[in-house]
């Protein structure tokens, strides 16, 4: 077969896949995913009711609470004077509770007053259960009368669902025992139902469905999806669990009509465009691309499965693949050339690169790790274990005076004491060294996993990862330097870092600041604050042309120290150069911090006004939140 009936082929059965594909995606995916945000919505819409719901539970109870907790309630249950009721039981104190049903009984559930009001007219309004006997006999109330405890919930009644809160009559100032029960609450009628669909901005409406139906206490809900609406119903239960009431929602299906009109509308458009594409490409491909571009894939194939690289295209033509050809032919010797000098000289430039940077790293871990050893060494060296030893010998031995013997025994007393502070000293010298011991494992499996893998990136929040840093430096610099974490590092919240790596450069920066104190008696101060600098992502006009900028994250490291010459701030990057001595410092510390940074993607700068004006280093990263961290892992 032809080339050119081949391209025909496939283009046309590519074309047909895409077809395929594009009416799967639509018909499985883009409608579907118009559907769940619909139903997502109405859940949302649903949940909002429920959180509406609990609010006026919560404001009943504060207002049951203060009745239950007043101290002239707690006087009427004792004296039962008919005063407090006519001072404050009225219509118009129910009214402004906003409230239809009051109830006061005593410890053994029985009433002692009771008034219910119609919110529509503002009379008074009998309820059955302010008119019976006592307190309403369900096993919730029962057991929170027992109790005293304040209880809420649902109850069905002869007017509908009552939302009711009852709390236990106290001492006004909570205390008890309980005299009795406060009950407060509001019907939940029509109007209350749509007052409460205003404030969840929903379509509320009631299906007055209370039953005995057992209900497992938890609210349950139904979706039901129509064409044009979905319906959503919610059961809530009732004090013991029957259900009291059902709320339902309708939620128009503009969602899912609006989808499908832009879904077929583009679909429409791309088979078309998609026609007029495959007509226009098979005839430009015809005429003059494809039996040039088959010679010059055959090559490249070739090409590409061998080592060598000494075979040339020399395709004679003096067009656009022509010149593909001839740059193709070049760009090989190129390689080629590049090939054998990039051989003999990148594997040990990289392995000693990076050995360097890792030995830095962890000589910069081991210090504190190697003085709290010595720490613990002199610790253990000082315990008198002679003495105690003597003491023990003569103490078995017997035959010794009662004031020989005592003295002994307060010696063992203060020697045990001693060896108690002795251990509990080690203790803390101990967890010093398995905290240096696991963060020396973390480089090293830090390092490991970098020369097989890209980059893991780890939430972490600024104001830890800065002071887990500063454990790495040995005790002796950091007792050098005042650490001053600026608020703003708080402020940026939780961001996601090659945190193993970056660590090890705020080590680094830390040591320097150390290092470049005064020392004039006083400590010098490291003061640390973070600010995030949208869009500025890209560092240099290629990254620019491959896609947005990005913001990035900046780490200000500012000390107070001796400062930085003019001339040497574009050197403190290089390898091998140091203003400090050469014995203690190897040069290479701000260098591998510079080239770890920039292999992240950001930059590490530095500001200096001059000699004994301080120094400040800038340590610009990309800044990744939880969702755009989650696809650099996978990537």
Same mark, same amino acid.
């Given at each position: 077969?032809?080339?050119?009936?081949?391209?025909?082929?496939?283009?046309?059965?590519?074309?047909?896949?895409?077809?395929?594909?594009?009416?799967?995606?639509?018909?499985?995916?883009?409608?579907?995913?118009?559907?769940?945000?619909?139903?997502?919505?109405?859940?949302?819409?649903?949940?909002?009711?429920?959180?509406?719901?609990?609010?006026?539970?919560?404001?009943?109870?504060?207002?049951?609470?203060?009745?239950?907790?007043?101290?002239?309630?707690?006087?009427?249950?004792?004296?039962?004077?008919?005063?407090?009721?006519?001072?404050?039981?009225?219509?118009?104190?129910?009214?402004?509770?906003?409230?239809?049903?009051?109830?006061?009984?005593?410890?053994?559930?029985?009433?002692?007053?009771?008034?219910?009001?119609?919110?529509?007219?503002?009379?008074?309004?009998?309820?059955?259960?302010?008119?019976?006997?006592?307190?309403?006999?369900?096993?919730?109330?029962?057991?929170?009368?027992?109790?005293?405890?304040?209880?809420?919930?649902?109850?069905?009644?002869?007017?509908?669902?009552?939302?009711?809160?009852?709390?236990?009559?106290?001492?006004?100032?909570?205390?008890?025992?309980?005299?009795?029960?406060?009950?407060?609450?509001?019907?939940?009628?029509?109007?209350?139902?749509?007052?409460?669909?205003?404030?969840?901005?929903?379509?509320?409406?009631?299906?007055?469905?209370?039953?005995?139906?057992?209900?497992?206490?938890?609210?349950?809900?139904?979706?039901?999806?129509?064409?044009?609406?979905?319906?959503?119903?919610?059961?809530?239960?009732?004090?013991?669990?029957?259900?009291?009431?059902?709320?339902?929602?309708?939620?128009?299906?503009?969602?899912?009509?609006?989808?499908?009109?832009?879904?077929?509308?583009?679909?429409?458009?791309?088979?078309?465009?998609?026609?007029?594409? #495959?007509?226009?490409? @098979?005839? *430009?491909?015809?005429?003059?691309? %494809?039996?040039? !571009?088959? =010679?010059?894939?055959? &090559? +490249?194939?070739?090409?590409?499965?061998?080592?060598? #690289?000494?075979?040339? @295209?020399? *395709?004679?033509?003096?067009?656009? %693949?022509?010149? !593909?050809? =001839?740059?193709?032919? &070049? +760009?090989?010797?190129?390689?080629?050339?590049?090939?054998?000098?990039?051989?003999?000289?990148?594997?040990?430039?990289?392995?000693?690169?990076?050995?360097?940077?890792?030995?830095?790293?962890?000589?910069?871990?081991?210090?504190?790790?190697?003085?709290?050893?010595?720490?613990?060494?002199?610790?253990?060296?000082?315990?008198?274990?002679?003495?105690?030893?003597?003491?023990?010998?003569?103490?078995?031995?017997?035959?010794?005076?009662?004031?020989?013997?005592?003295?002994?025994?307060?010696?063992?007393?203060?020697?045990?004491?001693?060896?108690?502070?002795?251990?509990?000293?080690?203790?803390?010298?101990?967890?010093?060294?398995?905290?240096?011991?696991?963060?020396?494992?973390?480089?090293?499996?830090?390092?490991?996993?970098?020369?097989?893998?890209?980059?893991?990136?780890?939430?972490?929040?600024?104001?830890?990862?800065?002071?887990?840093?500063?454990?790495?430096?040995?005790?002796?610099?950091?007792?050098?330097?005042?650490?001053?974490?600026?608020?703003?590092?708080?402020?940026?919240?939780?961001?996601?870092?090659?945190?193993?790596?970056?660590?090890?450069?705020?080590?680094?920066?830390?040591?320097?600041?150390?290092?470049?104190?005064?020392?004039?008696?006083?400590?010098?101060?490291?003061?640390?604050?973070?600010?995030?600098?949208?869009?500025?992502?890209?560092?240099?006009?290629?990254?620019?042309?491959?896609?947005?900028?990005?913001?990035?994250?900046?780490?200000?490291?500012?000390?107070?120290?001796?400062?930085?010459?003019?001339?040497?701030?574009?050197?403190?990057?290089?390898?091998?150069?140091?203003?400090?001595?050469?014995?203690?410092?190897?040069?290479?510390?701000?260098?591998?911090?510079?080239?770890?940074?920039?292999?992240?993607?950001?930059?590490?700068?530095?500001?200096?006004?001059?000699?004994?004006?301080?120094?400040?280093?800038?340590?610009?990263?990309?800044?990744?939140?939880?969702?755009?961290?989650?696809?650099?892992?996978?990537?």
């Amino acid at each position: 077969m032809k080339l050119h009936a081949k391209v025909l082929a496939l283009l046309v059965a590519l074309f047909a896949v895409l077809a395929v594909a594009q009416f799967v995606v639509e018909q499985r995916m883009l409608l579907p995913s118009f559907s769940a945000l619909e139903r997502q919505a109405a859940h949302q819409d649903m949940d909002r009711v429920a959180l509406a719901i609990e609010r006026e539970v919560q404001t009943l109870s504060v207002i049951t609470r203060d009745w239950g907790n007043w101290v002239e309630t707690w006087d009427f249950m004792r004296t039962r004077d008919m005063k407090f009721a006519q001072s404050n039981l009225s219509l118009a104190e129910i009214a402004s509770l906003q409230i239809n049903a009051l109830g006061v009984y005593d410890t053994e559930g029985r009433i002692v007053l009771t008034l219910g009001r119609d919110g529509a007219t503002g009379l008074p309004m009998d309820i059955d259960i302010l008119i019976d006997h006592g307190v309403p006999q369900t096993r919730a109330l029962g057991a929170a009368l027992r109790r005293g405890q304040e209880t809420s919930g649902f109850l069905s009644t002869d007017r509908g669902p009552l939302l009711f809160v009852m709390a236990p009559i106290l001492d006004g100032q909570a205390r008890g025992p309980a005299r009795g029960m406060v009950l407060m609450g509001k019907l939940v009628n029509d109007a209350a139902i749509a007052s409460l669909g205003e404030r969840a901005k929903v379509r509320l409406t009631s299906v007055h469905a209370p039953g005995t139906t057992p209900f497992a206490g938890e609210e349950h809900e139904q979706l039901v999806e129509r064409d044009a609406v979905t319906e959503i119903y919610r059961d809530i239960p009732d004090i013991d669990g029957a259900r009291a009431l059902r709320l339902r929602i309708d939620v128009p299906r503009t969602i899912s009509a609006s989808g499908s009109r832009v879904v077929h509308y583009a679909s429409a458009w791309i088979a078309g465009i998609g026609a007029l594409v #495959l007509v226009l490409g @098979l005839w *430009l491909l015809d005429r003059s691309v %494809l039996d040039p !571009l088959g =010679r010059i894939t055959r &090559h +490249m194939t070739a090409m590409g499965g061998t080592d060598d #690289l000494s075979a040339r @295209l020399s *395709l004679q033509r003096q067009d656009e %693949l022509g010149d !593909l050809a =001839r740059e193709f032919d &070049h +760009m090989v010797a190129r390689l080629a050339d590049a090939q054998r000098r990039l051989l003999d000289r990148s594997y040990e430039a990289g392995v000693a690169q990076n050995a360097s940077g890792v030995l830095h790293n962890l000589g910069n871990a081991m210090t504190p790790l190697c003085v709290n050893i010595s720490a613990l060494q002199d610790l253990l060296r000082n315990v008198p274990t002679a003495d105690i030893e003597t003491a023990l010998r003569e103490l078995e031995q017997g035959g010794i005076e009662d004031e020989r013997r005592a003295a002994l025994l307060e010696f063992l007393r203060l020697a045990c004491r001693e060896l108690l502070n002795c251990v509990q000293a080690a203790q803390q010298r101990l967890d010093s060294v398995a905290h240096g011991s696991a963060l020396i494992q973390s480089v090293v499996a830090a390092q490991r996993s970098e020369s097989r893998a890209t980059t893991l990136l780890e939430p972490v929040q600024l104001p830890a990862f800065i002071a887990d840093s500063a454990t790495l430096v040995a005790a002796e610099l950091r007792e050098r330097l005042v650490l001053l974490m600026d608020t703003s590092l708080a402020a940026v919240g939780e961001v996601w870092l090659a945190r193993t790596a970056l660590q090890q450069v705020v080590q680094n920066l830390i040591v320097n600041a150390a290092e470049a104190a005064r020392g004039n008696g006083s400590r010098g101060t490291l003061r640390i604050s973070a600010s995030i600098i949208a869009g500025t992502g890209h560092t240099d006009a290629a990254a620019n042309a491959a896609g947005p900028a990005r913001d990035m994250l900046e780490l200000r490291f500012s000390d107070d120290g001796v400062g930085i010459a003019a001339d040497h701030l574009g050197l403190v990057f290089g390898r091998g150069f140091s203003t400090k001595p050469g014995a203690t410092n190897s040069g290479i510390g701000l260098h591998w911090c510079a080239n770890t940074t920039l292999a992240l993607g950001g930059h590490l700068a530095v500001e200096s006004a001059g000699p004994q004006c301080g120094a400040t280093f800038l340590l610009m990263l990309p800044l990744q939140r939880a969702a755009a961290s989650e696809l650099s892992q996978v990537a």
